[in-house]
């Protein structure tokens, strides 16, 4: 019963902590989506696997010692066979039944290129593993840059249709003041009421779509779905902002973008992979040690064996003559895979350099365009201000008021909408320039 109530209260605390609101910035959603993406962590794993290839051929540099034991019954003992004539008969039996042996065998290599070369490969290997690794960081903040944009977006939408309903809802309630005292007619007063019914469902839908936009960030962190998360954040944008120049853009590419890097790798991969073909054509040299311990008997008198050493050191070279065009097709394979490699990066640096100036002049449309909404506001707000003051004054009339609010809500709109689509651009801009490391 007890450890029942024990699993109860777990469960209980568990639940309130999944249920309880998690507020983020957006540097804690990124945080939080770096910690928890799968992706990310596999990409690690190869990094941590490509350090291990790199140990594992670098082992060769090192002497390897060996230790070995050997016991053999001889059914049938070994014989040498004697000239005609031997005293001893025509073969001659040697060895005991009992034959033990223990020996330690030590080589070292002294030069082997191949080996050399292919530690080269395997470091090679690593760095494209760690490239790929900052590649995958690089999107995974991109993409939760734009996923928290877009719930501000949403939200700040929501705002705006409030306040235009608080408007409408406000005007309704001057129309019914100036309709009571006979300056406004029933038909003004059914426009102002209409107005605020027509917007109600509008605020209904933005406040789904932020809801919305909150589980769609969510799935890009890779939190639970049935934990509640709230933002803070707001649509702010820099006046101070400079705008980069094509030349810079595209000099940052060259040097940051993850692709290009892991590419620029895989050439240098693909070079190393030709130097050891090639390698194959040159001798090599080892050392080597061999060192036994052993003895034979008939018998299982261990104390009365006589055991013999035997030491032997030497040198091994290898020169390598002819082994069927073999070496010759393996070079020309990597050579190949050396030219793909070169043309693959040319090709995808033309493209990443389109990519980067395309959404450079993403960034620029949207600054223009908060530049001219930033004075739209202001005049809209101006003009709707005139509206209430004309209609108060019963020189102007319901339908002003409706345009004029229409069209501060509009502009509020439009500019949230380039400001949102400028920071869009300006993460997608970090993104291809890999400013994420």
């Not at 050396?338 to 033309?350: D, G, H, I, M, Y």
């Amino acid at each position: 019963m007890k450890k029942l109530f024990v699993l109860l209260l777990a469960f209980s605390f568990s639940a309130f902590a999944q249920n309880k609101n998690l507020t983020l910035t957006m540097d804690e959603a990124i945080n939080l989506a770096l910690e928890k993406n799968s992706e990310l962590k596999i990409a690690k794993m190869e990094v941590e696997k490509s350090e291990q290839k790199l140990r594992e051929a670098r082992s060769g540099l090192f002497p390897k010692l060996d230790l070995s034991g050997q016991y053999q019954r001889y059914i049938n003992k070994p014989v040498i066979f004697l000239p005609p004539g031997s005293p001893f008969g025509p073969t001659l039996e040697i060895g005991s039944d009992n034959s033990y042996t223990a020996a330690a065998q030590l080589s070292l290599p002294l030069f082997a290129l191949p080996l050399y070369e292919g530690i080269g490969l395997a470091s090679d290997a690593l760095a494209i593993a760690e490239q790929n690794y900052l590649s995958v960081k690089n999107k995974i903040v991109g993409d939760v840059k734009k996923s928290f944009l877009a719930v501000i977006l949403t939200r700040e939408t929501k705002d705006v249709m409030l306040q235009s309903l608080k408007n409408a809802e406000d005007n309704f309630e001057n129309i019914k003041r100036l309709n009571a005292a006979g300056t406004l007619s029933d038909y003004d007063v059914l426009r102002a009421e209409v107005q605020v019914e027509n917007l109600k469902p509008v605020v209904l839908q933005m406040e789904n779509n932020y809801k919305l936009s909150l589980e769609a960030l969510k799935v890009t962190i890779g939190l639970d779905a049935n934990q509640n998360i709230d933002i803070v954040g707001e649509m702010e944008f820099d006046e101070n902002y400079k705008l980069p120049t094509e030349q810079e853009i595209i000099e940052e590419l060259l040097q940051n973008n993850p692709q290009l890097a892991i590419l620029d790798k895989q050439v240098q991969l693909n070079d190393r992979n030709v130097s050891l073909e090639q390698a194959a054509y040159f001798p090599s040299l080892a050392g080597f040690g061999n060192y036994q311990y052993q003895t034979q008997a008939n018998d299982f008198k261990f104390s009365d064996y006589r055991w013999v050493k035997t030491f032997v050191l030497g040198l091994q070279l290898q020169v390598p003559i002819f082994n069927g065009f073999k070496t010759q097709s393996r070079v020309s394979q990597a050579e190949i895979g050396l030219n793909q490699a070169v043309e693959q990066k040319r090709n995808l640096t033309e493209a990443i350099k389109t990519q980067a100036l395309s959404v450079l002049y993403r960034v620029q449309q949207a600054l223009i365009r908060i530049q001219g909404q930033n004075k739209t506001v202001r005049t809209a707000q101006e003009g709707y201000e005139i509206a209430k003051r004309r209609l108060e004054n019963n020189v102007g009339t319901q339908l002003e008021v409706n345009d004029a609010e229409l069209a501060l809500r509009q502009a509020k709109l439009n500019r949230l909408q380039a400001i949102y689509d400028f920071k869009v651009a300006e993460a997608d801009l970090e993104t291809v320039l890999g400013r994420i490391k």
